[in-house]
Nanobody, 125 residues
Framework: VQLQASGGGSVQAGGSLRLSCSTSGSTFDFYAMGWFRQAPGKEREFVAGISWSGDTTDYADSVKGRFTISRDNARNTGKMVYLQMNSLRPEDTAVYYC????????????????WGQGTLVTVSS
């Protein structure tokens, strides 16, 4: 059971990036997925979440209207979760993590069981 995040990089303010999270193991078929981020000196914070079916999504107020979470459950192996980030701002700079949990989406990071290794997003002004 593994998660692996990728897609981070450096962009200028106003730019876009798409993060990907690959999963292994059939467990994730029925798991809610979340994206979190952690900036230097700050606590890890919820960014976006999606239910196992993809029917329900949730976003932090700071990213609503700019970020979109999605998942691809149709793949036979390695379900994917994506975070499309548009209109990026310098305050979006952080290490981004994908995470998985059973049950509903929640914002509390300690409720998530599985974590990817993180991918760095740097937004310059």
């Amino acid at each position: 059971v593994q998660l692996q995040a990728s897609g981070g990089g450096s962009v200028q303010a106003g730019g876009s990036l798409r993060l990907s999270c690959s999963t292994s193991g059939s467990t994730f078929d029925f798991y809610a997925m979340g994206w979190f981020r952690q900036a230097p000196g700050k606590e890890r914070e919820f960014v976006a979440g999606i239910s196992w079916s993809g029917d329900t999504t949730d976003y932090a107020d700071s990213v609503k209207g700019r970020f979109t979470i999605s998942r691809d459950n149709a793949r036979n192996t390695g379900k994917m979760v994506y975070l499309q980030m548009n209109s990026l701002r310098p305050e979006d700079t952080a290490v981004y993590y994908c995470a998985a949990k059973s049950g509903a989406i929640v914002h509390f990071y300690e409720s998530y069981t599985y974590w990817g290794q993180g991918t760095l997003v740097t937004v310059s002004s």
